[in-house]
T-cell receptor, first 116, second 115 residues
Framework: AQTVTQSQPEMSVQEAETVTLSCTYD???????LFWYKQPPSRQMILVIR??????QNATENRFSVNFQKAAKSFSLKISDSQLGDAAMYFC?????????????FGKGTKLTVNP | GAVVSQHPSRVICKSGTSVKIECRSL??????MFWYRQFPKKSLMLMATSNEGSKATYEQGVEKDKFLINHASLTLSTLTVTSAHPEDSSFYIC???????????FGPGTRLTVT
Protein backbone atom coordinates (compact mmCIF):
# COMPACT_ATOMS: atom_id res chain seq x y z
CA ALA A 1 0.00 0.00 0.00
CA GLN A 2 1.11 3.51 -0.69
CA THR A 3 2.14 5.74 2.17
CA VAL A 4 2.77 9.47 2.38
CA THR A 5 5.05 10.96 5.02
CA GLN A 6 5.25 14.57 6.07
CA SER A 7 8.05 14.81 8.59
CA GLN A 8 7.40 18.40 9.68
CA PRO A 9 4.36 18.68 11.98
CA GLU A 10 4.81 22.44 12.17
CA MET A 11 6.69 25.10 10.25
CA SER A 12 6.87 28.86 10.50
CA VAL A 13 7.97 31.55 8.09
CA GLN A 14 8.25 35.30 8.11
CA GLU A 15 5.94 37.19 5.83
CA ALA A 16 7.51 37.70 2.38
CA GLU A 17 10.06 34.94 2.97
CA THR A 18 10.24 31.49 1.38
CA VAL A 19 9.42 28.20 3.05
CA THR A 20 9.68 24.60 1.88
CA LEU A 21 7.42 21.83 3.13
CA SER A 22 8.66 18.26 2.82
CA CYS A 23 6.83 15.19 1.62
CA THR A 24 8.03 11.70 0.80
CA TYR A 25 6.01 8.77 -0.40
CA ASP A 26 6.36 5.08 -0.91
CA UNK A 27 5.02 3.29 -3.96
CA UNK A 28 5.95 0.60 -6.42
CA UNK A 29 3.88 2.16 -9.18
CA UNK A 30 5.19 4.24 -12.05
CA UNK A 31 2.07 6.21 -12.88
CA UNK A 32 0.48 8.39 -10.26
CA UNK A 33 -0.44 11.91 -9.26
CA LEU A 34 0.83 13.94 -6.35
CA PHE A 35 -1.01 16.83 -4.79
CA TRP A 36 -0.59 19.51 -2.20
CA TYR A 37 -3.79 20.61 -0.46
CA LYS A 38 -4.25 23.54 1.87
CA GLN A 39 -6.73 23.44 4.74
CA PRO A 40 -7.23 26.85 6.39
CA PRO A 41 -9.09 27.27 9.68
CA SER A 42 -12.38 27.12 7.76
CA ARG A 43 -11.52 23.42 7.15
CA GLN A 44 -12.23 23.75 3.42
CA MET A 45 -9.70 21.69 1.48
CA ILE A 46 -8.16 23.69 -1.35
CA LEU A 47 -5.99 22.22 -4.09
CA VAL A 48 -2.70 24.09 -4.23
CA ILE A 49 -0.78 22.24 -6.89
CA ARG A 50 -0.71 18.96 -8.79
CA UNK A 51 2.11 16.93 -10.34
CA UNK A 52 1.83 14.06 -12.79
CA UNK A 53 4.53 11.49 -12.18
CA UNK A 54 5.30 11.08 -15.88
CA UNK A 55 6.19 14.76 -16.18
CA UNK A 56 9.78 15.63 -15.39
CA GLN A 57 9.09 19.33 -15.23
CA ASN A 58 8.19 20.59 -11.79
CA ALA A 59 4.72 22.08 -11.48
CA THR A 60 4.32 25.74 -10.58
CA GLU A 61 1.30 27.83 -9.64
CA ASN A 62 2.18 31.47 -9.05
CA ARG A 63 4.02 31.58 -5.71
CA PHE A 64 3.79 27.82 -5.24
CA SER A 65 6.18 25.37 -6.82
CA VAL A 66 7.22 21.80 -6.22
CA ASN A 67 10.50 19.94 -6.31
CA PHE A 68 9.53 16.51 -7.60
CA GLN A 69 12.28 13.90 -7.32
CA LYS A 70 10.76 10.70 -8.65
CA ALA A 71 13.71 8.44 -7.94
CA ALA A 72 13.93 9.69 -4.39
CA LYS A 73 10.13 9.65 -4.04
CA SER A 74 10.17 13.17 -2.77
CA PHE A 75 7.65 15.93 -3.45
CA SER A 76 8.36 19.16 -1.57
CA LEU A 77 6.33 22.36 -1.78
CA LYS A 78 7.99 25.75 -1.93
CA ILE A 79 5.99 28.83 -1.05
CA SER A 80 7.64 32.05 -2.13
CA ASP A 81 6.83 35.54 -0.85
CA SER A 82 4.76 34.04 1.95
CA GLN A 83 1.58 35.86 2.85
CA LEU A 84 -0.50 35.85 6.01
CA GLY A 85 -3.23 34.07 4.09
CA ASP A 86 -0.94 31.15 3.47
CA ALA A 87 -1.22 30.13 7.11
CA ALA A 88 -2.96 26.76 7.14
CA MET A 89 -2.49 23.02 7.36
CA TYR A 90 -0.85 21.64 4.26
CA PHE A 91 -1.43 18.04 3.22
CA CYS A 92 0.56 16.11 0.67
CA UNK A 93 -1.47 13.45 -1.15
CA UNK A 94 -0.87 10.56 -3.53
CA UNK A 95 -3.24 9.13 -6.08
CA UNK A 96 -2.63 5.96 -8.02
CA UNK A 97 -3.28 5.80 -11.74
CA UNK A 98 -3.29 2.04 -11.83
CA UNK A 99 -5.95 -0.55 -11.12
CA UNK A 100 -8.79 1.94 -11.30
CA UNK A 101 -8.06 3.27 -7.83
CA UNK A 102 -9.00 6.90 -7.47
CA UNK A 103 -8.54 7.36 -3.79
CA UNK A 104 -6.21 9.91 -2.29
CA UNK A 105 -3.74 8.90 0.38
CA PHE A 106 -2.88 11.82 2.62
CA GLY A 107 0.10 12.60 4.76
CA LYS A 108 -0.41 13.73 8.34
CA GLY A 109 -0.05 17.37 7.44
CA THR A 110 2.19 20.31 8.25
CA LYS A 111 0.85 23.31 10.10
CA LEU A 112 2.29 26.47 8.57
CA THR A 113 2.40 29.67 10.57
CA VAL A 114 3.19 32.95 8.83
CA ASN A 115 4.61 35.61 11.11
CA PRO A 116 4.04 39.28 10.27
CA GLY B 1 -16.87 26.15 -11.20
CA ALA B 2 -16.54 22.71 -9.58
CA VAL B 3 -18.27 23.55 -6.31
CA VAL B 4 -19.19 20.87 -3.81
CA SER B 5 -21.59 21.57 -0.97
CA GLN B 6 -22.35 19.67 2.19
CA HIS B 7 -25.40 19.85 4.38
CA PRO B 8 -25.60 20.33 7.26
CA SER B 9 -22.38 22.12 8.17
CA ARG B 10 -22.89 21.26 11.83
CA VAL B 11 -25.14 18.74 13.52
CA ILE B 12 -25.60 17.66 17.09
CA CYS B 13 -27.49 14.46 17.75
CA LYS B 14 -28.20 12.22 20.67
CA SER B 15 -26.55 8.89 21.11
CA GLY B 16 -28.50 6.12 19.41
CA THR B 17 -30.05 8.29 16.73
CA SER B 18 -29.15 8.41 13.05
CA VAL B 19 -27.98 11.41 11.10
CA LYS B 20 -27.74 11.99 7.37
CA ILE B 21 -25.13 14.16 5.67
CA GLU B 22 -25.59 15.26 2.07
CA CYS B 23 -22.86 15.95 -0.45
CA ARG B 24 -23.78 17.72 -3.67
CA SER B 25 -21.82 18.68 -6.74
CA LEU B 26 -23.41 21.97 -7.74
CA UNK B 27 -22.16 22.61 -11.23
CA UNK B 28 -20.83 19.32 -12.51
CA UNK B 29 -21.68 15.66 -12.63
CA UNK B 30 -19.69 13.49 -10.28
CA UNK B 31 -19.45 9.83 -11.19
CA UNK B 32 -17.41 9.23 -8.07
CA MET B 33 -17.66 10.76 -4.63
CA PHE B 34 -15.49 10.10 -1.62
CA TRP B 35 -16.20 10.30 2.09
CA TYR B 36 -13.45 11.18 4.53
CA ARG B 37 -13.28 11.48 8.27
CA GLN B 38 -10.96 13.89 10.00
CA PHE B 39 -10.22 13.86 13.72
CA PRO B 40 -9.01 17.07 15.40
CA LYS B 41 -5.53 18.04 14.25
CA LYS B 42 -5.30 14.86 12.20
CA SER B 43 -5.23 13.97 8.54
CA LEU B 44 -8.11 12.88 6.36
CA MET B 45 -8.91 9.20 6.40
CA LEU B 46 -10.85 7.79 3.49
CA MET B 47 -13.96 5.95 4.62
CA ALA B 48 -15.49 4.91 1.33
CA THR B 49 -15.69 5.52 -2.38
CA SER B 50 -19.15 6.08 -3.75
CA ASN B 51 -19.99 5.42 -7.38
CA GLU B 52 -23.28 6.54 -8.86
CA GLY B 53 -25.73 3.71 -9.19
CA SER B 54 -23.63 1.09 -7.47
CA LYS B 55 -22.65 0.02 -3.99
CA ALA B 56 -20.00 1.99 -2.19
CA THR B 57 -16.54 0.55 -1.65
CA TYR B 58 -15.55 0.79 2.00
CA GLU B 59 -12.04 1.01 3.34
CA GLN B 60 -10.79 -1.63 5.69
CA GLY B 61 -12.06 -1.13 9.21
CA VAL B 62 -15.05 1.00 8.24
CA GLU B 63 -18.37 -0.55 9.24
CA LYS B 64 -20.70 -0.71 6.25
CA ASP B 65 -23.81 -1.09 8.35
CA LYS B 66 -22.94 1.88 10.49
CA PHE B 67 -21.94 4.30 7.77
CA LEU B 68 -24.53 3.91 5.01
CA ILE B 69 -23.63 5.56 1.74
CA ASN B 70 -26.04 6.20 -1.10
CA HIS B 71 -25.06 7.75 -4.42
CA ALA B 72 -28.40 7.91 -6.15
CA SER B 73 -27.60 10.54 -8.74
CA LEU B 74 -24.64 12.14 -10.45
CA THR B 75 -24.86 15.15 -8.17
CA LEU B 76 -25.78 13.71 -4.77
CA SER B 77 -24.25 11.29 -2.32
CA THR B 78 -25.42 10.80 1.24
CA LEU B 79 -23.70 9.42 4.31
CA THR B 80 -25.95 8.18 7.10
CA VAL B 81 -24.38 7.53 10.47
CA THR B 82 -26.67 4.98 12.08
CA SER B 83 -27.07 4.53 15.82
CA ALA B 84 -24.53 7.24 16.44
CA HIS B 85 -22.29 7.13 19.49
CA PRO B 86 -20.01 9.78 20.97
CA GLU B 87 -16.98 8.16 19.34
CA ASP B 88 -18.55 8.91 15.96
CA SER B 89 -18.14 12.61 16.68
CA SER B 90 -15.82 13.94 14.02
CA PHE B 91 -15.47 16.14 10.97
CA TYR B 92 -16.79 14.45 7.84
CA ILE B 93 -15.68 15.69 4.44
CA CYS B 94 -16.84 14.62 1.02
CA UNK B 95 -15.17 15.14 -2.31
CA UNK B 96 -16.32 14.66 -5.86
CA UNK B 97 -14.50 13.83 -9.03
CA UNK B 98 -15.49 14.93 -12.51
CA UNK B 99 -15.67 11.99 -14.86
CA UNK B 100 -12.37 11.54 -16.68
CA UNK B 101 -10.51 14.13 -14.62
CA UNK B 102 -7.84 13.68 -11.94
CA UNK B 103 -8.97 16.37 -9.56
CA UNK B 104 -11.13 15.90 -6.53
CA UNK B 105 -13.16 18.85 -5.32
CA PHE B 106 -13.86 18.96 -1.64
CA GLY B 107 -16.94 20.01 0.25
CA PRO B 108 -16.68 22.33 3.25
CA GLY B 109 -17.20 19.50 5.72
CA THR B 110 -19.76 18.59 8.37
CA ARG B 111 -19.01 18.64 12.05
CA LEU B 112 -20.91 15.90 13.83
CA THR B 113 -21.23 15.93 17.60
CA VAL B 114 -22.94 13.03 19.31
CA THR B 115 -24.00 13.68 22.87
Amino acid sequence: AQTVTQSQPEMSVQEAETVTLSCTYDTSESDYYLFWYKQPPSRQMILVIRQEAYKQQNATENRFSVNFQKAAKSFSLKISDSQLGDAAMYFCAYRSEQGGSEKLVFGKGTKLTVNP
Amino acid sequence: GAVVSQHPSRVICKSGTSVKIECRSLDFQATTMFWYRQFPKKSLMLMATSNEGSKATYEQGVEKDKFLINHASLTLSTLTVTSAHPEDSSFYICSARIAGGPKQYFGPGTRLTVT
